[in-house]
């Protein structure tokens, strides 16, 4: 009998131990397999379907899914007291009936907006009644609609105007477990906003966004917008292999005013030091076709049923 009580206990520990485990390894299983995926080719659903309906709204997030994007694409704000919504600009006329920034407002106030009769004005040949009266969406009602059956790729929005954003972010991302099960990437202009991330939690894969145009001060020479790296045209392997340090890819423009910015070798020497590249917001499907051409890794769009149908 006592032979039998002592041989029960380590195996009881060890299938507890077992579950956990198999449980640690599920999760990291779905995390490699959605880093193994970036290397592939990414539909990003910019803000949704927005061509076809109101930037982020759920009648734009609903469309896209439904069309089986890789990735909802939507900017993270801070409301006044402390929620986190979707939505674009730093201020709400553009995509609102309401006026002021963003973040002076609380989420009832914000809630109570019409965030989707603009579309109809702006767009009357795909204006829809349905669209009147659109709400901002809180993170949690996009999560608690498409829970695990969807990709994220969250960008802190204006980090400067939302304090405490990075925080919140994965405190959320947590408490829905988006990150061991590989559902989401975060993107940002913001070096340190993307750094305060990865200190936060270092299994979120982290975009580090770009910008490249003119420098103004060096007629001919390119500048990106926040000086995380130098221009394409002098750009080294050191360069992208520091943004490697803590991110897993890089999200950048390819023309300003209708002139490219970054050429095939670019693409290539990023992908060559280990940062998948996704090319933001294509619309024009010669212009899907030439950058798919180029082996990039991803294009953000505001018309994913285009992109879908050239890569099917």
């Given at each position: ?5 002592t ?42 379907a927005s061509g ?18 890789d ?15 979707a ?11 309401g ?5 002076d ?21 795909l ?18 609609r ?10 802190t929005?204006?980090?400067?105007l ?15 477990d ?57 750009i ?30 670019f693409?290539?020497?990023a ?11 294509v ?30």
């Amino acid at each position: 009998m006592k032979y039998h009580v002592t041989l029960a206990l380590p195996l009881s520990l060890f299938a507890g131990a077992l579950i956990v485990s198999q449980t640690a390894q599920a999760g990291t299983s779905a995390l490699s397999q959605q880093l193994k995926d970036l290397e592939s080719f990414q539909v990003i659903a910019h803000r949704g379907a927005s061509g076809h309906a109101p930037e982020s709204s759920m009648a734009a997030l609903e469309l896209a899914h439904g069309w089986g994007v890789d990735y909802l694409e939507l900017d993270i704000q801070m409301t006044a007291d402390g929620e986190l919504v979707a939505f674009h600009d730093d201020t709400l006329e553009r995509t609102s009936n309401g006026e002021g920034h963003i973040n002076d407002h609380t989420l009832a106030e914000l809630k109570a907006l019409d965030a989707g009769s603009w579309f109809n004005e702006e767009n009357p040949e795909l204006a829809d009644e349905a669209f009147e009266g659109a709400q901002i969406l809180t993170l949690e009602e996009v999560f608690d609609r498409f829970g695990q059956d969807a990709r994220y790729y969250l960008e802190t929005k204006s980090p400067e105007l939302n304090p405490g954003v990075e925080e919140g972010l994965v405190r959320r991302l947590e408490a829905f477990d988006m990150i061991e099960t590989g559902r989401v990437l975060i993107q940002s202009f913001d070096q340190e906003s993307l750094l305060k991330i990865h200190e936060l939690n270092a299994d979120i894969p982290l975009i580090q966004l770009v910008w490249y145009s003119p420098d103004a001060e060096n007629d001919g020479r390119l500048t990106e917008w926040t000086g995380v790296t130098p221009s394409p045209d002098e750009i080294t392997d050191a360069d992208f292999q520091a943004v490697a340090d803590y991110a897993v890819g890089l999200g950048t423009n390819y023309l300003f005013d209708d002139e490219p910015v970054i050429g095939e070798a670019f693409v290539q020497q990023a992908q060559d030091n280990g940062l998948a590249v996704h090319v933001y917001t294509v619309n024009d499907i010669d212009e899907m076709q030439h950058l798919i051409g180029w082996g990039v890794n991803g294009l953000f769009t505001d018309y994913a049923d285009r992109l879908i149908e050239l890569t099917e």
